[in-house]
């Protein structure tokens, strides 16, 4: 048997950073040791009488084990799996994950997004453990995209949902810079080895009484406050419980009150139901849909659409 090297080596991410001490650690596996106190009482004993011998004994499940001065030797190679494609020195995934750094991920996938941005690898390990490839993976909080990035990369169906402006200017772009083979995060992963392809579609809910939410928002003086509302007598759809006529008449206290009071009280008048149009609407000729816009919803909510 070779010499074993008799010291306990507190190996970390910084120092395997070390191309020549992390080949030295990985070539020398079988003889890098931490000693435990997990051992059978007799072969303790044994070991303990035997001082700085090396004793071999088999455990209950018949692997080969070595003990030193009463204490088992725990070598270095059993904590070196494959992981993401390649050997790391690595312990068992528990229910609290330490072992992925989230430093400099705000600039992952091409976009910046500094608050609340995840690592493609912690991404990669939680769809990895509960998927497949061709499963479809939902995010209501779709963000930076790091969910629909890591999926597509990963060979899976997906389907975000975000209601911020930055789904246009983060998570869109992100997504064409997968597709042209964007190689941060995970792309370079042995399991992985992203070379682009593949495509998504982008597609925004059609607004109703959103659009006056968006109009009132915008308001900026009385004017324009009184042509919103006769817009919003003809064409918006108002809350039942409001009597729009008789809130907006001039002997009302409505028009005492600030612009913002105002504006409050109009977003308050419309039926939250109607922001966006219902599918089950969709041929209401009011709305004169093309028929594009209608074959891709039927295809969407009942076809089955591959995204």
């Not at 030295?24 to 035997?50: A, G, H, W």
């Not at 998570?171 to 964007?182: F, G, Q, T």
């Not at 006056?212 to 009385?222: D, E, P, V």
């Not at 108002?238 to 105002?262: G, I, M, P, R, Y």
């Amino acid at each position: 048997m070779n010499n074993i090297i008799e010291k306990d080596f507190i190996i970390n991410e910084g120092a395997l950073n070390n191309k020549s001490f992390a080949e030295f650690v990985f070539k020398n596996r079988n003889y890098i040791f931490t000693t435990k106190s997990s051992i059978p009482e007799d072969i303790k004993k044994e070991s303990l009488e035997k001082r700085d011998t090396i004793i071999k004994y088999t455990s209950s499940d018949g692997a080969p084990q070595f003990a030193l001065n009463g204490r088992r030797l725990g070598f270095l190679k059993n904590n070196i799996k494959i992981v993401d494609g390649s050997e790391q020195i690595a312990k068992l995934v528990t229910d609290i994950w330490t072992d992925i750094n989230f430093n400099n991920t705000q600039n992952e996938g091409g976009v910046s997004f500094p608050a609340g941005k995840k690592p493609e690898r912690l991404l990669k390990r939680i769809i990895s453990l509960v998927t497949k490839p061709g499963d479809i993976v939902l995010d209501f909080f779709l963000g930076s995209a790091t969910t629909a990035a890591v999926a597509h990369k990963m060979k899976r169906r997906y389907i975000g949902i975000e209601q911020m402006d930055y789904v246009k200017t983060i998570s869109v772009p992100r997504l064409k810079n997968v597709v042209r083979k964007e190689q941060g995060g995970i792309s370079r992963l042995n399991d992985v080895n992203w070379q682009g392809g593949g495509s998504f579609i982008y597609v925004e809910l059609l607004e109703l009484n959103q659009i006056y939410i968006n109009k009132i928002q915008q308001i900026s003086t009385k004017e324009e406050l009184f042509s919103l509302l006769a817009e919003m007598k003809e064409k918006a759809m108002l809350d039942f419980k409001v009597d729009f006529d008789k809130l907006t008449t001039e002997n009302s206290n409505f028009f005492s009150l600030s612009l913002n009071e105002k504006k409050g009280i109009l977003i308050k008048s419309l039926d939250e139901n109607q922001l966006y149009l219902s599918y089950s609407e969709m041929e209401d000729e009011q709305y004169a849909l093309p028929e594009s816009v209608k074959q891709f919803n039927y295809s969407f909510y009942e076809g089955g659409i591959q995204v």
